[in-house]
């Protein structure tokens, strides 16, 4: 008798990776051996898409060429540039997103090519072209225009001034680059899997992305965040212990709570916590910031749940001005370095991915002709 399948793919390995790592019962993470407690606040996400694409850390003039093809790598298609309206007009954000990637791979001149050098150069436009697709998504829809991309600005601080109309404060731009690089990449989680499952079939990088946006599109994945901040904009702030108190009393999952794989703090939640807390000091309203505590404490208190990555991030993310159906939107303009550099890993020692399944339907059904049947 062969052993019950793992459900959801619990605890089996399904790839070998040397992109990312997570020690779930000590609660860290690490990016190609460095651990994210020792390069969040300190590398730049740039620094941290060429470290995850590229195998290393870059020195000052491989920062420098990698810039270059970042700041070329932003400009969009006439595909895009010409239908965006229209689809900001009809499609929410993750949708948006889903079709603009794929518009935008027909003028992508290594859209033929898995070589890994085209690889390379494909990676780099992507993840210089995310922010912007969403940027450009959000002015459209509200019929305003993006402002263009200022070159003494990273892509942390470009996307803010895009997404606000305003030049960005240069702490506001650092936290939201901190940001960024704490969601850039997190081991086997269900977009990363379903861009290298489509790049295991020889499938090329904008259809793994393609994948991978769609998988992340799901609530129970880069949903989560834009979820917690419709629940603190639902409540009272007098009544945060007592309506939370309820919904678990009533089975319902708080989202932003729970990881199934840290056994304790998410890492990531440390650094956003701390960082949602200097906002709502700077901002001056400490309403959402001190929600979050209180939400935090009654949420362990009656379930022994630590927040995850996409509770804090909410709060951050709403004192930095972003529109809260665009956090998911923003999540993936992080994540894109990872499926990026996931593709490139993938393409570079590839097997088919062909799981086994286990057949629970009926057997030894017979055929009868049609007017013998008797529906159900």
């Not at 020690?23 to 606040?41: E, N, P, S, V």
């Not at 003494?152 to 305003?166: D, K, S, V």
């Not at 960082?275 to 309403?287: P, Q, V, Y």
Request: hydrophobic share 40%.
């Amino acid at each position: 008798m062969t052993d019950k399948p793992s459900k959801g793919l619990a605890d089996v390995v399904a790839a070998s990776t040397a992109l990312s790592d997570i020690d779930g019962k000590a609660g860290r993470l690490f990016y190609r051996g460095y651990d994210i407690h020792d390069l969040a606040g300190k590398i730049s996400f740039e620094e941290c898409s060429y470290l995850l694409q590229r195998g290393s850390l870059p020195d000052v003039d491989a920062l420098a060429g990698y810039a270059a093809e970042l700041a070329e790598g932003r400009e969009l298609g006439t595909l895009v540039t010409d239908n965006i309206a229209e689809i900001a007009a009809s499609q929410t954000p993750m949708e948006a997103l889903r079709t603009l990637i794929s518009l935008d791979s027909a003028g992508d001149p290594d859209k033929d090519s898995n070589a890994a050098e085209a690889n390379l150069r494909k990676a780099a436009r992507l993840t210089a072209r995310e922010p912007i697709l969403v940027a450009r998504y959000h002015a459209a829809r509200t019929g305003g225009e993006a402002p263009d991309p200022d070159p003494e600005l990273g892509i942390a601080g470009n996307f803010l001034m895009q997404i606000t109309g305003e030049r960005p404060e240069p702490r506001a731009a650092e936290i939201f680059d901190e940001c960024l690089v704490l969601h850039a990449d997190h081991t086997m989680n269900a977009s990363t899997f379903a861009a290298r499952v489509c790049a295991a079939t020889l499938s090329d990088m904008h259809s793994a992305i393609v994948g991978a946006l769609g998988t992340l599109k799901g609530p129970l994945h880069g949903g989560a965040n834009e979820q917690v901040m419709r629940i603190l904009e639902g409540i009272e702030p007098s009544e945060v212990e007592e309506n939370v108190r309820r919904r678990l009393a009533d089975g319902e999952k708080i989202m932003g709570f729970g990881h199934r794989v840290y056994k304790t703090e998410d890492p990531r939640a440390t650094h956003l916590r701390r960082m949602s807390e200097e906002l709502a000091e700077t901002s001056g309203d400490d309403t959402y910031y001190a929600m979050s505590r209180r939400m935090e404490q009654v949420v362990f208190d009656e379930k022994g749940l630590n927040p995850n990555v996409d509770f804090y991030a909410a709060s951050v993310y709403h004192y930095l001005g972003i529109p809260t159906d665009l956090f998911t939107p923003v999540f993936s303009v992080s994540r894109m370095a990872g499926w990026t550099a996931h593709v490139i890993e993938q393409h570079a020692d590839n097997r088919l991915i062909r799981p086994d399944s286990e057949y629970v339907g009926a057997r030894d059904r017979k055929w009868v002709p049609i007017e013998r049947r008797v529906s159900a």
